[in-house]
């Protein structure tokens, strides 16, 4: 069972959100949906995913904060100057200011942290600027925008020529017969990444800007 170790109700977004113990990292709760894959534990989940960008190095986007377990990681990397990271829910923020497990997001000098949409934010980076990106947005339900063509154009732009682009996807609608990944491979081509792949370890797509 897992045991709440922060929880709050905000009137200003009528949400509940409760951060709880895994058998490793903290998991956030936003009204009872997890927000991070637990199955093989949160901590797991975030290694899987850094790791897609190997050789780590650079200014690195990483596009959705949430409690900044992927950015904290990857700015650990010796090779990495610089991390990029927003969060759009400020009770997000504060749920990760009392985990312990998140203390890095606010110490880290290499963290550039901001409570905005990466939506709107990462149009004021100029042409390839990142050397890679780690997306992995909030379901397809709560953050559509953040699937779309208009975004993956500017993921693209904002890419180096070379650089890598992680793309944590699920597979919602898989029971239902929607090849949701396989649509998601078809937008990224259509903005300008090629040699991309399903990575299943991961429940994401690896691409790589021409």
């Given at each position: 069972m897992q045991d709440s170790i922060f929880s709050f109700f905000s009137k200003d977004t009528n949400k509940f959100y409760n951060l709880?113990?895994?058998?490793?990292?903290?998991c956030l709760q936003i009204s009872g949906?997890?927000?991070?894959?637990?199955?093989?534990?949160?901590?797991?989940?975030?290694?899987?995913?850094?790791?897609?960008?190997?050789?780590?190095?650079?200014?690195?986007?990483?596009?959705?904060?949430g409690l900044g377990y992927t950015a904290i990681m990857i700015a650990s990397h010796s090779n990495v100057e610089k991390v990029f990271t927003f969060e759009i829910d400020a009770n997000v923020l504060?749920?990760?200011?009392?985990?312990?497990?998140?203390k890095g997001l606010f110490e880290n000098k290499k963290i550039f942290l901001e409570n905005k949409n990466v939506f709107e934010a990462i149009k004021k980076f100029p042409d390839n600027f990142f050397d890679r990106i780690l997306h992995d947005p909030?379901?397809?339900?709560?953050?559509?925008e953040l699937y779309g063509r208009p975004f993956y154009t500017e993921l693209c732009r904002t890419l180096k020529p070379g650089g890598i682009l992680f793309h944590y996807a699920g597979s919602p609608g898989q029971k239902r017969g929607i090849d949701f990944q396989?649509?998601?491979?078809?937008?990224l081509e259509e903005t300008g990444f090629l040699q991309i792949k399903k990575i299943p370890e991961a429940q994401g797509i690896r691409a790589v800007k021409k």
């Open positions: 709880v113990s895994t058998k490793d990292w903290p949906i997890r927000m991070h894959c637990i199955k093989d534990g949160v901590k797991a989940s975030a290694i899987a995913m850094a790791s897609q960008l190997n050789p780590l190095k650079g200014t690195i986007l990483d596009t959705c904060c504060e749920i990760a200011k009392n985990n312990p497990f998140s909030p379901t397809f339900a709560l953050a559509r396989g649509n998601t491979i078809k937008r």
